[in-house]
Structures are given as C-alpha cells and as structure tokens.
C-alpha cells in the first residue's frame, strides 16, 4: 500500500489541505502519503439540514472511489488486491477526538481471504477483519459492543452485533462506506462535540469534512506500528521532538488510551529508516504551516506513512516557550505569537500551584504520568454524570476513570483535574485536557484509583503525583516570568487598551463595578457597562466585576474605555489584542 498520489476534491473549508496532503519529494524523505479524498463541510451541513446527502455526492463518491483504486492499483469489496480505507472527519478547527473515526472499511470474507493471502499472514486479515466490525458497530450501528473474541469468525461476530443492535453490517462495501459517511457526519452534533465547541466558543454551523483515506496497517507485523509524534515537547515546550510507539497496532489503540503506548526510543530501535523520515517530515510540515504540528502516522512493514498533521494542542507554558521561539527563529512574528497564546491559557499558568515543600509530608496515594500541569483539588468522583451534578451543586470534584473516552466530555469540563488508570500522553484525557487546560495525570495503574472515591485529593499536573487532602499553594506572580513579562511587552505595544495594576492604577473617573448586580457574569457585563459609562461622562477606566474577562475586555474596547485595572495584566492584554484583531479582521472583510 505504498502510494504517492494524492488528491483532496474540496472547498477551502476542508481540513486535509492543513492536515498533510503536502508533496515532499523534493526533499526527499522516505515516507508515503496515503491516497485521500474528501467530502467537504457543505455537505455536512446540507445533510444534518435535511438528513440526506446532497444531490451528485453519491455519484461523485462512486467517481472517487474509482480513481482511488486507479492511484493504488487496488479494488475495492473484491480482488486479490483489496482496497480498504479508513473514514476521517476534519472540521475546520480542529477537534481532537471529539468526533467519530471507522478503519479498515472494504473488508468481508472475501477481501480477508485475499489480503491473508498477499500478506502471507491469516492472523493479520482476521484481526483487522475484527476490528473493522467492533467499530463499524458501535461507530455506525451505535450499540456498546462486547468485545468480539479473537477465537470467533466472521460469522459470529455479525452474528453477536445483529443480536445486540437488531441491525445487520451489510454486505455491499459501498452501503457500509455510505453508511460510514453519515455517521461521521452525524458524530459532528454528538453531545460530546457541542459541549467541546460551546466551551472553546466553537461555531456550530461549520459542519465537518470527511476523508476518505486508503489504509495503511500498523498491526501488519512486527515491523509495523503506530503512533503520534509532536514537532515539539507539548508539555514544556522543548524542541526536542515527542511523541509515542505501539508496535503491531492501528491508530486507536494508541489514541483510545487502552493501551500504554512506548517512548519514541522504540522506535527508533525497532524501525530506525522509518524514524529518521518521521523527525524529516515534522520538520517540513512545522515550516509549511508555521506551527507546531501533531503527527497521527503509521509504519507498515518499516515503511512511514503520515496519516494526518495539525497544530498541536499545548500545554499552557509550552505555547508560551514555543511561539517565543518560533518568533525567535523567523517562522512568526510577534503579534502571530500573540494571537495564539489564548488568554486562558496564560490563566491556567498564573493559577495557584503547590507550595515550596507541601509535598514532603503528604501522603503520596497515586502516581501516573503527568499530562496536562496545574492542580486540582477535589473530592474523587468515577462517573461523569456525577461529577457534572456535583459541580452544578457547588462541589468541587476530580474526574477518575479507567481512561476516558469522548461520551466523558462533560465530566471532564466539570472537573478540576482528570486521572486515569491507563492511557499515555497521546491518550484521550491528555489530549483533550491540554486543549482545556485540565490538570491531568495519566497512566496510574490498573486498579490504583479505586480507593481514592469519595477522598479529597490534590492532583499535581505537572509531576503526575496524587497527594490525600488538600495541600498548601501559591499563586504564581508573572512579573517573575521572563517569557510572559516579554509577551507582556508585546503585547501592551499592540493593546488598543491599557491594562494597569491596582497598585499603580488612579483613583480618579474609574468605573468600579464591584457592588453592581450582574457584574460577576461575563455575558451580561457589555450592557451592564454601556448603562454605566452612559451614566457617568467621567470615566475613562473600569475595574471589578467581569472587567478582567474576555468579554469585560471587549465591552471596555467597545465603549471607548482608556484603561482597565486587573491583575494579572498579560490575559487581559492578550484578549485586548485578539479583540482588537478580530475587528480588523471583520472591518478588512466588509470592505471587500
């Protein structure tokens, strides 16, 4: 399944364009492009209007599929060169694993036979004959299946799915791939996706590509594999690349957190060629798009296949120490820098942290890899829907799971910290913790968290510790940090606004908030501080209240405010900035 074409039948809307469809032969590395095609947003969002696809997609499906064969030299359903694909979605920001994935699609008693046969290995085809079905019925079906056992043959496993969904898998390749498409545009209004997109302020209208991709396959034998790799350390920000191997495997059993994936180091020893193209294709595609990159790729039979590429999503401290030295290094400039850096993530770094020495007599109750830092404090909950009912009832919980999945989402956005049992730092709760700024501790062990239910606890993000109680902290100052305090000069030369400390703040024509009812609420403090401004012909600043928020900060800019008085001053700059961008953006495009 070595193949160099490639071809993305798309909008500009469609993520694979910023995902890897990049030609890399002039520089040579030795890796391969998995053929592609893509069905764009548009019609996504025709389909979940009216829940059919759009006139000439299936026709253009059927003319796609053919060309794939013809890029390939393989057939799809039939032949002793079988073509099986995976289908991907691609939104056009991207959502790790927020959305649904179905691999090995084309596969039945026939095609498994012939790929044994090619393959010279009737193990491989069964398993991945397996895994094809698992997925296909929970992915496309949507029943919670037991686990199809290794020792079952085809029969019995459709039999086993009919049995708990009432549905068959059909037999005709094209309804499953059919099939396959709606449910990933289906997966784009899952519970799990809207609660992602409401708390990144994510539209709900964009809708999600999908991409149809040939298979490569990490479970061929054991010089296959599978894994992530990040261009640079999304924990700490160093250059040095990171990432993790799973030899004889697919793409989710690393993402799934089921399995506790190998260091980088294993590959190097067990593939060498391979990891050499990996590190040469990072670089390439770090240059391309200007960004750390996050590396979804497969190694079949020694070969590099990179699967998919995106920005990566960073721990807080490490957007900062990577977009200063990307600026550094010529790839961006600083208000690029400025722009990525999201005032949160700046919060998360600024929140309290644990104090010098609290840790030396606490009692030590779990230790795990450290995947997304801060700390969190809380009472230990095991379901999700508990801790999402506990937190509405004012309780502050930590989310502990055997390793989380999607369907966890609104658990985790409840929590103040995540832990698991299994899982690495390419794992599902890591990833999605870094996204969201959740302290995260990952890979406990089997077992290890059940006797921390109904404990208060303090999770240590950054070290991957778990101490009993609630152990002293302190607040960070940001004046302390050389990379904020640069970011911070920056980006007060770019601020339509001035951000100034309450201690060097003046006491005169300031707007305080503080005794205002509505004024703790971000939604409601625009209008709160038009009545206000309107009120008093004297003020020229604000404080209190939301003032410090996104929204404070764009509600100040909005009515002509000089300065806001908060501490710490770089979120707030860092949202006056993007604010005052976006209406750059808006303006520029009117005017077009």
């Given at each position: 399944m ?5 071809r993305?039948?798309?909008t ?9 469809v990049?030609?890399c ?5 030795r890796f ?11 019609a996504c969002t ?11 997609l299936d026709s ?6 053919e060309?794939?064969?013809q ?8 032949g002793?060169?079988?073509?099986l694909?995976?289908v991907r979605s691609?939104?056009p920001?991207s959502?790790p694993?927020?959305m649904?994935t ?8 026939k095609?498994?036979m ?20 698992h997925l ?7 029943v ?8 079952e043959?085809?029969a019995?496993?459709r039999e ?16 499953q791939?059919?099939?396959a498409?709606?449910?990933v545009?289906?997966?784009w209004n899952?519970?799990?996706?809207k609660?992602y997109r409401?708390h990144l ?19 061929l034998?054991?010089q296959?594999?599978?894994g992530?790799?990040f ?5 700490t ?6 990432g993790e191997?799973l030899?004889?495997?697919q ?15 294993a590959?190097?020893t067990?593939?060498p060629e391979a990891?050499t193209?990996l590190?040469?294709?990072?670089k ?10 996050d590396i ?7 070969q590099?296949?990179?699967l ?11 957007a900062?120490?990577?977009y200063l030295?990307?600026?550094?290094e010529?790839?961006i ?6 722009m990525?850096i999201?005032p949160?993530?700046?919060?998360v770094?600024?929140?309290p ?10 009692e030590q109750l ?7 830092p801060g700390?969190g404090i ?8 508990e801790a ?9 919980v ?7 999945s999607?369907?966890?989402?609104h658990?985790?956005?409840a929590s103040?910290a ?16 870094r996204a ?5 501790v990952?890979?406990c ?10 404990k208060t ?8 510790r ?7 902290i302190?607040?960070?100052d940001?004046?302390?940090?050389p990379?904020?305090v ?5 980006a ?5 606004i ?12 300031v ?5 205002e009812?509505?004024a703790?609420d971000?939604?409601q403090?625009?209008?709160?501080l038009?009545r206000?401004?309107?009120a008093?012909a004297?003020?020229?600043g ?7 928020s996104?929204e404070g900060?764009?509600a ?13 001053v770089l ?9 005052s961008?976006?209406?750059k ?8």
């Amino acid at each position: 399944m070595d193949t160099n074409a490639g071809r993305c039948r798309t909008t500009q809307s469609c993520t694979c364009r910023r995902q890897g469809v990049v030609d890399c032969t002039r520089s040579r590395p030795r890796f391969a492009r998995a053929s592609r095609l893509c069905d764009t947003t548009e019609a996504c969002t025709a389909f979940l209007e009216t829940g059919q696809f759009p006139d000439g997609l299936d026709s253009e499906i059927l003319a796609s599929m053919e060309w794939l064969e013809q890029q390939t030299k393989r057939t799809f359903g039939h032949g002793q060169h079988p073509l099986l694909v995976s289908v991907r979605s691609g939104a056009p920001i991207s959502m790790p694993g927020m959305m649904d994935t179905v691999l090995n699609l084309g596969i039945t008693d026939k095609t498994e036979m012939a790929l044994a046969q090619e393959c010279a290995n009737a193990d491989f085809a069964r398993d991945t004959h397996r895994r094809f079905l698992h997925l296909y019925g929970e992915i496309v079906l949507k029943v919670q299946l037991p686990r199809l056992a290794a020792n079952e043959s085809p029969a019995q496993w459709r039999e086993a799915i009919h049995k708990t969904s009432g549905m068959e898998v059909p037999a005709d390749v094209l309804g499953q791939l059919r099939n396959a498409i709606r449910a990933v545009f289906e997966s784009w209004n899952s519970r799990r996706a809207k609660r992602y997109r409401e708390h990144l302020g994510i539209s709900h209208t964009l809708g999600t590509a999908v991409t149809i991709q040939a298979m490569v396959f990490g479970n061929l034998d054991e010089q296959s594999g599978t894994g992530v790799l990040f261009s640079r350390n999304p924990l700490t920000g160093d250059p040095t690349p990171f990432g993790e191997y799973l030899s004889v495997a697919q793409g989710e059993d690393v993402v799934s957190g089921k399995f506790t994936p190998k260091p980088l180091s294993a590959m190097a020893t067990n593939v060498p060629e391979a990891m050499t193209a990996l590190l040469k294709a990072a670089k390439i595609l770090e240059h391309a798009n200007t960004d750390a990159q996050d590396i979804e790729f497969t190694v079949e039979r020694g070969q590099l296949f990179v699967l998919q590429a995106r920005a990566a999503k960073l721990a807080p401290q490490a957007a900062v120490r990577i977009y200063l030295d990307m600026v550094e290094e010529g790839l961006i400039d600083k208000a690029t820098a400025l722009m990525r850096i999201a005032p949160d993530r700046i919060r998360v770094l600024l929140a309290p942290r644990l104090a010098e020495g609290a840790d030396s007599l606490a009692e030590q109750l779990a230790t795990g890899e450290g995947a997304c830092p801060g700390i969190g404090i809380g009472v230990v909950v095991a379901d999700s829907d508990e801790a999402e009912r506990r937190a509405a009832d004012g309780d502050v919980v930590i989310l502990a799971r055997p390793t989380t999945s999607p369907d966890d989402l609104h658990g985790m956005l409840a929590s103040s910290a995540v832990i698991t049992e299994e899982g690495g730092s390419t794992s599902h709760a890591a990833v999605v913790c870094r996204a969201l700024g959740i302290p995260c501790v990952v890979g406990c062990g089997t077992g290890k968290l059940a006797n921390l239910i109904g404990k208060t606890v303090t999770v240590d993000g950054q070290s991957g510790r778990i101490f009993g109680g609630a152990l002293q902290i302190l607040v960070p100052d940001e004046r302390a940090d050389p990379g904020m305090v640069t970011l911070t000069q920056w980006a007060q030369a770019l601020s339509p606004i001035q951000v100034l400390r309450p201690a060097k703040a003046p006491t005169e024509n300031v707007i305080d908030l503080s005794h205002e009812e509505g004024a703790a609420d971000p939604a409601q403090i625009g209008t709160l501080l038009l009545r206000l401004v309107g009120a008093n012909a004297h003020g020229k600043g604000a404080c209190g209240g939301a003032i410090a928020s996104d929204e404070g900060v764009r509600a100040a800019i909005d009515v002509g405010l000089k300065f806001i008085i908060a501490e710490p001053v770089l979120p707030v700059l860092l949202a006056a900035v993007q604010a005052s961008a976006s209406d750059k953006q808006k303006n520029s495009a009117q005017e077009n």
